[in-house]
């Protein structure tokens, strides 16, 4: 993983001469902006910092065992009093992404930006952004070493959950020798790999895997058979009392057909507007596909919120995903 140590030594500046932060990920958190929050809030509470961890609405209920994962406020249930002036944004790979917490900043408000999506934008007064770290918390994992604070098995377990669910359970091509370096140093302070693995990867709600089964009785191949993809909508969810969370996962199952290139995941959120998420076997990049929709994310994991009908943004989506086959 390329660093660079200006952008360490801005960072460990702008984190030593403040104090009163905002700490935040992006809407609907996953394994790592959840981790990279609590790693943020633990990191500043080594420093003697005053802090707000916030998302715009709840964490995962399968993240709950994580190191006071109880302090990230939920906005949609616990507004803020103040505005803030500092901000700490994590794994946020556009400024759109932090959604509503971004009414909690000041007209004048400076943002620390860490992040490890290629398209990341640069929205901070300072970026630390490394587009070939697998994980926003393996840049977190390396700036606690650059600080020199001293690792705790709770963090240690943190910033492991954040690695295991961002490669995948270490699958995908962004486990790097360094990726598994930082997983073994992990485990010498007690982390619970096997068992991290099991609740994050293997376990599945009732509802999930209802939700799965609506899904894959709608999947989609194209005659080529290189393009595959599944609808969901507000029935299936209703009918099988499935939560946002319960998604996760599910665009991987078209994506691990053989043969096929791009798997996706049609979300309806409106009769107006769709969430697509992509995933590639390597030969797409999905990331500039989603990024042409006002979307972003990695080369084989990507997505966006896309303006249209279902039926429209398939169509478009679907069109683009073959052109660049």
């Not at 901000?87 to 556009?94: E, F, H, T, W």
């Not at 098995?153 to 962004?174: E, H, Q, V």
């Not at 107006?272 to 972003?296: E, L, P, T, W, Y």
Request: hydrophobic share 40%.
């Amino acid at each position: 993983m390329q660093t660079n140590e200006r952008e360490f030594r801005q960072t460990t500046q702008f984190l030593t001469e403040h104090d009163d932060f905002l700490v935040v990920s992006h809407i609907q958190p996953d394994g790592d902006a959840v981790s990279s929050t609590l790693a943020v809030g633990w990191l500043l509470s080594c420093l003697g910092k005053n802090y707000v961890m916030v998302n715009e609405g709840p964490i995962p209920r399968r993240m709950s065992y994580l190191w006071h994962s109880e302090q990230i406020k939920d906005l949609s249930v616990d507004p803020l009093q103040h505005k803030y002036s500092h901000v700490i944004a994590v794994d946020c790979a556009d400024y759109a992404r932090i959604g509503k917490v971004r009414e909690c900043f000041a007209d004048n408000a400076q943002i620390l930006n860490i992040d490890h999506h290629p398209t990341n934008d640069k929205f901070g007064a300072v970026n630390l952004i490394v587009p070939d770290a697998a994980a926003t918390v393996e840049i977190l994992f390396d700036l606690i070493g650059h600080l020199e604070l001293e690792m705790t098995p709770d963090i240690a377990t943190a910033i492991y959950t954040g690695l295991l669910t961002d490669t995948g359970g270490f699958r995908y091509s962004s486990t790097t020798p360094k990726v598994m370096a930082t997983a073994s140093k992990l485990l010498e302070y007690g982390v619970d790999g096997p068992g991290l693995s099991e609740l994050l990867l293997e376990q599945m709600t009732l509802p999930q895997l209802r939700l799965l089964t609506r899904a894959l009785n709608r999947l989609v191949i194209t005659e080529d058979g290189k393009i595959s993809w599944v609808t969901i909508d507000d029935e299936d969810m209703l009918a099988t009392g499935a939560i946002h969370e319960d998604l996760e996962g599910i665009v991987n199952y078209p994506r691990n057909i053989q043969g096929v290139e791009v798997g996706l995941l049609f979300k309806v959120i409106n009769e107006n507007a769709v969430k697509a998420s992509m995933r590639s076997n390597g030969n797409v990049d999905v990331a500039s596909i989603a990024q042409s929709f006002g979307g972003g994310g990695h080369v084989r994991a990507a997505g966006a919120r896309i303006e249209g009908t279902l039926e429209d943004v398939v169509s478009r989506v679907v069109e683009q995903v073959k052109a660049k086959l």
